[in-house]
């Protein structure tokens, strides 16, 4: 069973400082997605990373996928309180089974 | 485009009882696929309807089942209800075609079912 570790799994940070959040696997993924969720509402989809070693920036949030395609991280800079949420990293095995694994999510809170 | 809609968005039901939940998806998105999510297990994926077929399906006993209609929506019934059904019931929907995007995931606002 291929699992997704991430850590830490709580972060309290204040405003404007930065963080790193990570997404672990002894197994080999084919892609690996970042999602954000606030409260009462539904994943959304932050970026799609697939080759290894690929780097790709959303405004202050750097995604970063491991050579070996089996961890990934995600680096916020200058943190602000709209950053808040539950972060989740979800990966799809090298087999193409076609479900989607998630890890167990990483809840930030950023205090102005 | 509109999102992915859910309906109910909250729903309380009594252990024994049954429940259907509806979700329709991103328009022209072919690819439906369900989720639990509580704060012990996570995300856990339940199944994928693909063009009305079930594609995908994840761990989860029999009395968790879904269907997809020819125009994509998709409804997912629990039966027999326990307490550890209670949870946050995602759906989401993908375009399902080839690709980098074919596992992209584009989530409704979920329905919260808490079962006494």
């Known amino acids: 069973t291929q699992l997704l570790e991430q850590s830490p799994q709580f972060l309290s940070i204040q405003e404007g400082e930065n963080l790193t959040v990570y997404c672990n696997s002894s197994?080999?993924?084919?892609?690996l997605q970042w999602y954000r969720q606030e409260p009462g509402e539904g994943p959304v989809l932050l970026v799609t990373v697939v080759t290894g070693g690929e780097v790709k920036k959303l405004k202050r949030l750097t995604f970063q996928f491991g050579d070996a395609r089996k961890d990934s991280s995600l680096h916020i800079t200058a943190a602000q309180p709209g950053d808040t949420g539950l972060y989740l990293c979800a990966g799809v095995g090298s087999s193409n089974t076609g479900k989607l694994i998630f890890g167990q999510g990483t809840t930030l809170q950023v205090k102005p | 485009k509109a999102g992915v809609t859910q309906t109910p968005r909250y729903l309380i039901k009594t252990r024994g009882q049954q429940v259907t939940l509806s979700c329709s998806p991103i328009?022209?998105?072919?690819?439906v696929s369900w989720y639990q999510q509580t704060p012990g297990q996570g995300l856990q994926f339940l199944f994928e309807y693909f063009s009305e077929t079930q594609r995908n399906k994840g761990n989860f006993p029999g009395r968790f089942s879904g269907r997809q209609f020819s125009n994509s929506r998709s409804e997912m019934n629990v039966s027999t209800l326990e307490l550890g059904d209670s949870a946050l019931y995602l759906c989401?929907?993908?375009?399902?075609?080839?690709?980098?995007?074919?596992?992209?995931?584009?989530f409704g606002p979920g329905t919260r079912l808490t079962v006494t």
């Open positions: 989401a929907s993908g375009p399902g075609t080839s690709g980098s995007r074919l596992y992209e995931q584009y």
């Open positions: 328009s022209g998105h072919r690819s």
């Open positions: 197994s080999v993924f084919s892609s």
